[in-house]
């Protein structure tokens, strides 16, 4: 699904509308699997800067995007792509050890509108928060993140940054120190290392 926003120039960087909606899908999975009383809950985390994983791989991805007009932002565009009843068999052969779905995870099937419906609940709920307190969504993604306090290789732009993620900064940017000091990377193909 797709969420067009017109965030208002100077209130919080629009970098945060990613971890908002990484924060969102994760709380709305979570909410359907209560609902669907799966027990035990499998771990669901957020990977910096834009995946959801869920019993270790990947079932959601999130791409963001901004439109500006004289350095304002004038609409950004939220696109969410979760996977909820795809089938092990269903998976193509290249992504079967890597990602997985809902159903494979717990072995039920869901209602895609009603985790429709939980994703935007939470989304409304934490994009208000971007207003009045955007310290609690840096707080709330950092205890659901997979990323931080590990061994990262960030894939930038300007080349391969590795070293440990231990944070991520006012504007969602992720912090990796590495053996030359502390980086700042505002957008990266991450991988964990082992």
């Known amino acids: 699904m797709t969420i067009i926003l017109r965030p208002p120039s ?14 969102s899908v ?12 799966v027990s035990p809950v499998p771990c669901v985390s957020c990977k910096w800067p834009n995946d959801i994983y869920l019993g270790g791989k990947k079932v959601s991805g999130i791409l963001s995007e901004a439109t ?4 304002i932002i004038e609409y950004m565009i939220v696109g969410m792509g979760i ?3 795809i ?11 890597i990602a997985t779905s809902l159903a494979i995870e717990t072995g039920k099937l869901y209602s895609r509108g009603r985790l429709i419906e939980s994703v935007l609940r939470s989304f409304e709920k934490n994009y208000k928060m971007l207003y009045t307190d955007k310290n609690h969504i840096l707080k709330s993604w950092i205890q659901k993140s997979s990323t931080l306090f590990k061994k990262v290789k960030a894939y930038t ?3 391969i940054i590795e070293g440990m993620a231990e944070g991520v900064d ?3 940017f992720l912090i990796i120190h590495t053996p030359e000091g502390k980086k700042t990377i505002t957008s990266a193909d991450i991988l964990h290392l082992r």
Do not use: C
């Not at 994760?26 to 009383?37: A, N, S, W, Y």
């Not at 500006?68 to 350095?71: I, L």
């Open 10 to 23: 100077g209130v919080f960087h629009y970098n945060l509308i990613s971890l908002v909606a990484a924060l």
């Open 26 to 37: 994760l709380e709305g999975i979570k909410e359907v699997m209560r609902r669907e009383e």
């Open 83 to 85: 996977n909820v009843n």
């Open 170 to 172: 006012e504007r969602g």
């Open 68 to 71: 500006f007009n004289g350095g």
């Open 87 to 97: 089938t092990q068999e269903e998976l193509p052969y290249e992504l079967k050890d």
């Open 157 to 159: 732009n300007e080349g």
